[in-house]
């Protein structure tokens, strides 16, 4: 260890252990296996990482070193093989996820684990795909384990539309939950393949549920019959894909967006609404028509108090 790092590093690991500690007690008594660790706890080592199971991910926070080259090379070496010896993991455990500035200046640190490779893990009794090295996201939404749980349920023998649906995590959980239907609608083909094996590696046959590929926007905008017990819709800050029609904007668009959703709720039907905007304000004046009720709170797992930007809202169409 360089002598330049060393003690900064050692209150890294003393910091890590402390977390671990901690947080060991806690997933080992509600059986968690799939937690956050570490979160920019301290400036000196702005990382977030996730423990899947036995694999440990970690990201940087894009920050402006003081470093040159090599030194930044040297720090950012030297940290991920603490977090490797603190975890007690092997290094091919341990999958980077770059911010561009260490794409740019640790080419040979591009991924410690050269094979891009998928896993399973375990979470509220269901099992999920994740891909620690190949997409933006892991495939599972850490900070939406409470919010997953309650759907699940919730759902017996009711019908759930999951907008926006990634990799289908809520829609497998409404199914095991016992929903009599599931819809789960994403932009994305890849992320729609995707839920469809989550759905076969629980036992779950993806032919008897319903998986479409569309704009979301595009789809709530045309008229539909069906109506739902339960949709969830947790949609992007942003997004301009080539794929879809204009342009989404949440703070802007959210009170349509809100507004189409209720319309197809059956009689005491519910909306779970949820955005990662950390500036977002729900425009409650232009939703006199609905309750609401802020959920932020209620579904904020413990390993991502004081940390999550998520907001949480459960919709419902006044009596």
Wanted: aromatic share 12%.
């Amino acid at each position: 260890m360089s002598d330049k790092f060393g003690l900064k590093l050692e209150m890294f690991a003393n910091r890590l252990k402390k977390v671990l500690r901690i947080r060991s007690k806690i997933v080992s008594k509600q059986g968690i296996s799939c937690y956050r660790l570490y979160d920019l706890d301290m400036p000196e080592f702005p990382f977030c990482i996730d423990v899947y199971e036995d694999k440990i991910y970690v990201a940087e926070y894009q920050r402006q070193h003081i470093l040159n080259e090599e030194e930044y090379k040297e720090w950012f070496h030297q940290s991920l093989a603490m977090i490797a010896q603190v975890l007690e993991v092997q290094n091919t455990h341990v999958f980077v996820k770059h911010r561009k500035v260490i794409e740019e200046r640790v080419d040979q640190y591009h991924k410690l684990a050269d094979v891009s490779r998928s896993f399973e893990v375990l979470e509220g009794g269901h099992r999920f795909i994740i891909n620690l090295s190949d997409y933006l996201d892991t495939g599972l939404f850490l900070d939406h384990r409470i919010t997953r749980g309650m759907v699940g349920t919730e759902s017996k023998d009711k019908s759930v539309l999951n907008l926006f649906a990634y990799t289908g995590s809520f829609s497998v959980y409404a199914a095991k939950g016992g929903a009599k239907q599931v819809t789960t609608i994403d932009l994305s083909n890849t992320y729609i393949q995707w839920a469809r094996r989550n759905f076969e590696i629980n036992q779950l046959d993806p032919n008897l549920y319903e998986f479409i590929v569309t704009d979301v926007m595009a789809w709530l905008q045309a008229s539909h019959k069906e109506k739902y017990d339960i949709i969830v819709c947790d949609p992007p800050t942003f997004s301009n894909s080539k794929k879809m029609d204009g342009v989404f904007d949440v703070q802007r668009d959210h009170v349509k967006m809100i507004s189409q959703c209720c319309s197809l709720l059956k009689v005491d039907g519910k909306l779970y609404f949820s955005t990662n905007f950390s500036k977002f304000k729900l425009r409650s004046e232009e939703l006199l028509d609905y309750r609401i009720k802020d959920l932020t709170r209620a579904t904020t797992p413990f390993d991502f108090e004081g940390k999550l930007e998520r907001k949480c809202y459960l919709i419902q169409k006044s009596d």
